[in-house]
């Protein structure tokens, strides 16, 4: 069984070439390298608690990106970002979570003149009574529509394919390169908006979804949330998390600079005026620092858990309230760590109180709980990657588990691997999650586009 921390399972295994991968089409780096395998405890797969559903082969070397799987147990439905050419969208039913299958499939026209990534991110969305998908793309510069940031579609009619339709293209003519990471988030307000990190660009943009879906000349453009500097180049936000905050009565953007910086830090701001986003609190500065992945808080904005780029790096806790209390706007000092593997490194995170729910690149499905940030523990792991280490390159275990989501209904986890394909599991004792039942606001990824954030004063619904 794995250890956490300062302790690793001993062994390796013979390199092979990763599973589904396509030769022909290995993406920008190499497709096979010798040495040392992923690590795992022989004949173990997985965790005794940790039940497999189903599995969809992707077919590819790093295939699936992200994925996001809707809320509503009438709507079961998981959305997978499909990379390289042809790039698209999947759509996922599993509404028998034993029996997944892709029901709809959506590709990029004349994908031979598109490069790079493409749909590198999706979120859904719903507004008005109708259910939207947004791809976020990352087109380069030496192929066409590199100025396309995202599609939406209208997918209310699923499972009625035919009636899945696209409904505008947001371009950015000024920042080519696309998005790499958004965040559909339901303001406190009553508005959809749709937070997107622009590439190469020091800061992220918010959009008004209904006066996007309307035509609006802008897009629908409300704001921009800066990047601070110097720290804002080269490079902008990485990734993005939007929640609200029921005792300050803030809606709060968690997002982390520049992934390939050494100076790359993570910050908080106070987003309930879009247009005149205020940083509030900051995460620079710890030591072993490299380039920013992922920042995202617990429930209570009490823990904030941030992963840094680059490999041989643990996930980092860090306790804001000293932010939150006015004693400091930066906090350097973290409380507690926990890794999967000191050689490898983590990527998405989920976080359902007190679990963290992680796609863990070359360590698969990783799941611990941080109930006490000092002494973070491991509850769950699935191997979904067989294929060989640091196949994108040296000293680079960026392959294998992809994107994570939970469906707070009834507990459902879908984790994307790039090279295995699209996974469904349930944990033992985990059947669905609603913070009170932790004692804490009901606070997550997940939005409730019907009645919007828990504790916003009706004063302030427009």
């Known amino acids: 069984m794995r250890l956490v921390l300062c302790f690793l399972a001993v062994g390796s295994l013979i390199a092979s070439p990763a599973a589904g991968q396509d030769p022909s089409n290995p993406g920008p780096f190499p497709a096979y390298l010798s040495g040392r395998t992923h690590i795992r405890a022989p004949g173990q797969q997985g965790s005794p608690n940790l039940k497999v559903l189903s599995h969809i082969p992707g077919g590819g070397f790093t295939r699936l990106t992200n994925l996001d799987i809707e809320q509503e147990l009438s709507r079961p439905y998981v959305y997978l970002g499909v990379r390289w050419k042809p790039s698209g ?188 986003p205020r940083l509030v609190a900051s995460v620079v500065g710890f030591a072993g620092q490299t380039g920013t992945h992922t920042f995202i808080p617990s429930p209570d904005n009490r823990y904030a858990i941030i992963r840094t780029n680059g490999d041989h790096q643990p996930i980092r806790i860090f306790d804001m309230q000293p932010a939150w209390q006015g004693q400091q706007i930066n906090i350097s000092r973290p409380v507690g760590a926990w890794t999967a593997d000191w050689l490898n490194t983590l990527h998405n995170i989920e976080v359902r109180w007190p679990y963290a729910f992680i796609s863990s690149y070359e360590d698969g499905l990783q799941i611990f709980n941080f109930m006490d940030p000092a002494s973070p523990y491991t509850v769950g792991f699935f191997d979904s990657y067989d294929g060989p280490h640091e196949s994108r390159g040296p000293s680079t275990s960026h392959n294998g588990a992809w994107g994570i989501d939970v469906r707070n209904a009834d507990g459902l986890i879908v984790l994307s691997d790039g090279t295995t394909g699209f996974w469904a599991f349930r944990m033992d004792g985990f059947d669905g999650w609603n913070g009170h039942q932790w004692g804490m606001p009901d606070v997550s990824s997940a939005q409730d586009w019907d009645n919007g954030p828990e504790g916003v004063p009706k004063s302030k619904v427009s």
């Not at 790079?116 to 008005?128: A, R, S």
């Not at 339709?165 to 003519?173: A, G, I, S």
């Not at 009553?190 to 660009?201: E, P, Q, R, S």
Request: hydrophobic residues 35%; negative net charge.
């Open 89 to 276: 969208v999947d759509v996922v039913s599993v509404k028998d979570p034993a029996r997944a299958r892709i029901i709809y499939s959506w590709r990029i026209e004349n994908p031979e003149l598109h490069e790079g990534w493409g749909p590198d991110d999706v979120k859904y969305f719903k507004l008005k009574s109708r259910y939207y998908l947004t791809a976020g793309v990352a087109y380069q510069k030496s192929g066409a529509d590199a100025d396309l940031g995202a599609i939406v579609f209208d997918v209310t009619g699923l499972p009625d394919t035919a009636s899945v339709r696209e409904v505008r293209r947001l371009r950015l003519p000024d920042a080519p390169g696309g998005f790499h990471n958004s965040f559909a988030y339901q303001h406190s307000n009553g508005t959809v908006l749709f937070f997107a990190c622009v590439a190469n660009k020091p800061y992220a943009d918010i959009y008004d979804m209904e006066k996007f879906l309307a035509g609006a000349a802008n897009n629908g453009l409300l704001g921009r949330v800066p990047l601070p500097e110097p720290r804002g180049t080269p490079g902008g936000y990485h990734d993005i998390y939007v929640g609200y905050d029921p005792v300050t009565h803030q809606d709060r953007f968690w997002g982390n600079g520049p992934e390939v910086t050494m100076a790359g830090g993570n910050y908080v701001y106070d987003v309930t005026d879009p247009a005149n």
